[in-house]
């Protein structure tokens, strides 16, 4: 069983890593279920394992937090929906990279249900949404805009940590950081896509493709 938890208003960072460490130890432990936790933080960076220093250009706009999950920095703020993955990699086939690969089709599937296509780039972590609407790129391509990140730790084959979805940021705030070490690409939401969509019209479809994605995964 997989318990889903949603929090209201907006959720300090250093308690929230407290509360899934916690969790994600008694999934190991066999004392507790599985958990999705769903929440908004206030503005902040975080630095994950292969941060690069240089990649923080305003270190002085929001707090900036050392995180244990996997990649570069990341920011979270208001009108980006956090989905924390306390999962059990172990019971789903000790298989990490298939691990990712099922969060990534799980946004992919969601932002299917408001009509937009999220694909994966070689190379570049998270999920990216083609704008045919801008103009091409320095090297001629279509212009690509990140729409989610992705990012987690595994102990004793429990997850934490996990993804965020841009629904409708200040897309500003991603300026004092490169986000996930990439330069030549922006970032992008639902909203600055054109689609009004809100937290709880995500948490539902967020909701609808988990089972869809990861129902024959044991």
């Avoid at 908004?40 to 630095?47: K, R, V």
């Avoid at 990279?97 to 070689?122: D, P």
């Avoid at 992705?150 to 102990?155: A, P």
Wanted: glycine fraction near 10%; charge should be negative; proline fraction near 6%.
């Amino acid at each position: 069983m997989v318990e889903w938890i949603i929090s209201d208003g907006l959720t300090d960072y250093d308690h929230a890593c407290r509360v899934m460490e916690e969790r994600a130890a008694a999934v190991a432990a066999g004392t507790a279920d599985e958990a999705i936790w769903l929440l908004e933080h206030p503005p902040l960076y975080t630095a994950g394992t292969s941060a690069k220093p240089a990649d923080l250009v305003d270190p002085d706009r929001f707090p900036v937090y050392p995180s244990k999950r996997g990649g570069q920095y990341t920011y979270h703020g208001p009108g980006q929906r956090v989905v924390y993955v306390m999962l059990n990699v172990g019971q789903r086939g000790h298989d990490v990279r298939r691990f990712v690969q099922q969060l990534e089709a799980w946004v992919i599937a969601t932002l299917a249900e408001f009509n937009v296509t999220g694909e994966i780039r070689e190379g570049r972590v998270g999920v990216w949404v083609p704008r045919p609407e801008k103009p091409l790129g320095a090297d001629g391509q279509v212009t690509e805009d990140k729409i989610a990140a992705i990012g987690i730790r595994l102990r004793k084959w429990i997850s934490f940590h996990g993804i965020s979805i841009n629904v409708d940021p200040d897309l500003r705030h991603f300026d004092g950081i490169v986000p996930c070490g990439i330069t030549d690409h922006g970032v992008t939401s639902l909203v600055d896509l054109g689609l009004p969509v809100t937290m709880d019209d995500i948490d539902l479809a967020l909701k609808r493709s988990f089972t869809r994605v990861f129902s024959t995964d044991r």
